[in-house]
C-alpha cells in the first residue's frame, strides 16, 4: 500500500468526534442533484449566523456613510472568503479531525498548562473575548428589535427574556433541532428583505442605474476604513463562521459517511462523492448570504444616506428602521421589526451553539481531558448554552452600544482569516492525499486570498491600533 499522509493520522477518526455516528457509518454519497439537497443542512445553520449582524448593523451602516460607492467592496467581502470555507472544511471531513485539532498541528509550540500547543490555538483564545463582545451586541440588537415592536417593553428587559429563551433553545444541545428553527429564520429575514428592496423602487428612494454603476469605480473611503474593514470582518463568511461551519459539517455526517482512511478505491469514491455535497453546501450559502446582505447595503445607501442616518447607540435598531419606515410608511416598522429579530436573533443563537463546540475541543488540544470522554464534551456543551447567553446579557448592560461592540468582533475576525488560509494551505498539503487536494484554480486562489486577507488584517491593525 503506497504512503499518504493520512495512512498513519492520529486523528480522531469520523466518527464525527462521536458527536453522533459510529465509526463504520460509511455510506454512499447521493447520486442526483434531488438527492444532494436532502444531504444539505449545514449551510442553513452558517446562513443564519452569516446574514445577520454584519449585514443589519455593519453592511446597512456602511451604505448610511458612503452611499453606493462601496457596493464593489460589498460584493467582495461576500464573495472572497467561499473558497476558505469550502477548503477548510474539505480538510476536516476528509481527514476526521475537529476545526482546533486541525490548527493544534501547525508547526510552531508554545508552552501550556499542560503541555506545548501550536499558537494558533492561542490566537483563538484571544478572540473569545472579542466574541463574547460581539454576542452582546447581537443579543442587545435583538432585544431592541423586540422593544421596537413592543415600545412599552423596556430593551434590557427584551434583551434578558431572551436571553432566557436562548439557553432553553439551546440546552438540548441537539443539531437537528436548531437546524429546524434556523430553517424558519433564515427563510423569513430573507423574504422580508428582499421585500424590503423590490417596495423601495417604487419611492424617491429607488436605487437607479447610475447609482449601482458608481457602486463599482472601486472607490475605499479612508474616512470610514474602520466601519468598512469592519463590513469586511463580519459580511459574507467570516473567520469564526468559517470554523462554525466545520462543525456543523460533522454533525451533519458527512466525515462519518466518508469513513476512516484506508486509501482504498472505495474509499476515494466517497471522498469525492461527498465532497460534492460539501461544495453544494457552500454554493448553497453563497447564494443565501448574498441575497441577503446586498439588499441591506441597497437600504442604507438609498434610504439612511439620503437622510444623513448613522446607526448607532442604544437608538441603533430604531434609527435602522428608518429604511423601511422613510419609503413604505408607518406600517412597515413591524415589518422590518420582524425581520430584524429573525437576523439578530439568530445570529445569537447560531454563534453561542457554534461556541460551545469549541470549549470541549479547547480543553482537549489543552491537555486537561481526554478526547474520548463524550460525555463530559456534551455536558459542557449543554451547560455552556445554558449560561453563555446570560454572559452576552451582561456585556450588552455594560455598553449598550450594538455598533461598537460588533465591529469589535467584526476586526478581530478580519484580523483571523489569514491564518485560516494558512492552516488550510499548509494541512492540505501536508496530509491530504495528492487525489483529494482542490484542483490548481481552487489552489492558486487560496493563496492569493491568503495574501489580500493577510494586507487587510495589517490595515485593521493600522487603522484600529497605530
Not at 452582546?136 to 429563551?165: C, E, K, W
Not at 454533525?251 to 484506508?262: L, S, V
Not at 486509501?263 to 453544494?280: D, M, Q
Request: with cysteine; hydrophobic share 50%; glycine share 8%.
Amino acid at each position: 500500500m503506497t504512503h499518504t499522509p493520512l495512512e498513519h493520522s492520529d486523528s480522531i477518526g469520523h466518527a464525527g468526534d462521536h458527536y453522533t455516528q459510529p465509526d463504520n457509518a460509511s455510506a454512499e454519497p447521493p447520486q442526483t442533484f434531488r438527492a444532494t439537497l436532502r444531504h444539505l443542512g449545514p449551510c442553513v445553520i452558517v446562513s443564519a449566523a452569516i446574514v445577520g449582524s454584519g449585514e443589519i448593523i455593519l453592511t446597512a451602516s456602511l451604505g448610511a456613510a458612503v452611499g453606493y460607492t462601496m457596493l464593489w467592496w460589498v460584493l467582495f467581502s461576500c464573495w472572497s472568503k467561499s473558497i476558505l470555507q469550502a477548503e477548510f472544511a474539505r480538510y476536516i471531513v476528509l481527514s476526521g479531525d475537529t476545526y482546533l485539532r486541525a490548527i493544534n498541528r501547525m508547526p510552531g509550540k508554545i508552552p501550556g498548562p499542560k503541555g506545548p500547543f501550536a499558537w494558533p490555538v492561542a490566537v483563538e483564545l484571544l478572540g473569545y473575548l472579542a466574541a463574547l463582545t460581539g454576542l452582546g451586541g447581537l443579543i442587545g440588537g435583538s432585544g431592541q428589535a423586540v422593544a421596537l415592536l413592543f415600545p412599552g417593553l423596556d430593551p434590557l428587559l427584551a434583551v434578558a427574556l431572551l436571553a432566557v429563551l436562548a439557553s432553553i433553545l439551546l440546552g438540548s444541545g441537539s443539531y437537528r433541532r436548531l437546524e429546524s428553527v434556523m430553517l424558519v429564520f433564515v427563510g423569513s429575514f430573507t423574504v422580508l428583505t428582499i421585500i424590503g428592496v423590490v417596495l423601495m423602487q417604487d419611492t424617491a428612494y429607488a436605487a437607479r442605474a447610475e447609482d449601482i454603476v458608481s457602486g463599482f469605480r472601486f472607490e475605499f473611503s479612508t474616512t470610514f476604513a474602520v466601519l468598512a474593514l469592519a463590513a469586511y470582518g463580519y459580511t459574507g463568511v467570516n473567520s469564526g463562521e468559517i470554523s462554525a461551519y466545520t462543525y456543523w459539517c460533522i454533525e451533519k455526517g458527512y466525515p462519518a459517511r466518508i469513513g476512516r482512511f484506508d486509501n482504498s478505491p472505495e474509499w476515494y469514491r466517497r471522498a469525492h462523492g461527498w465532497l460534492l455535497v460539501l461544495r453544494t453546501d457552500v454554493w448553497m450559502t453563497l447564494l443565501i448570504l448574498t441575497a441577503a446582505s446586498v439588499p441591506f447595503y441597497f437600504l442604507g445607501a438609498g434610504v439612511l444616506h439620503a437622510l444623513g442616518v448613522r446607526p448607532e447607540g442604544s437608538d441603533m435598531i430604531r434609527e435602522l428602521s428608518n429604511m423601511y419606515t422613510s419609503t413604505l410608511g408607518p406600517w412597515s416598522l413591524w415589518l422590518f421589526g420582524v425581520g430584524a429579530f429573525c437576523i439578530l436573533y439568530s445570529t445569537t443563537v447560531t454563534s453561542i451553539a457554534a461556541r460551545a463546540r469549541y470549549l470541549p475541543d479547547y480543553l482537549i488540544e489543552l491537555g486537561f481531558t481526554q478526547r474520548h470522554r463524550v460525555d463530559l464534551r456534551r455536558a459542557i456543551i449543554r451547560w455552556y448554552c445554558l449560561i453563555v447567553p446570560f454572559v452576552g446579557l451582561g456585556f450588552y448592560a455594560g455598553f449598550q452600544r450594538p455598533v461598537l461592540m460588533v465591529t469589535i468582533a467584526a476586526c478581530y475576525a478580519a484580523v483571523m482569516l489569514p491564518i485560516q488560509s494558512a492552516v488550510t494551505i499548509y494541512l492540505q498539503h501536508k496530509r491530504l492525499p495528492v487525489q483529494v487536494q482542490p484542483k490548481w484554480p481552487a489552489r492558486y486562489f487560496l493563496r492569493l486570498m491568503f495574501l489580500v486577507q493577510l494586507f487587510l488584517a495589517f490595515a485593521v491593525i493600522y487603522f484600529t491600533v497605530l
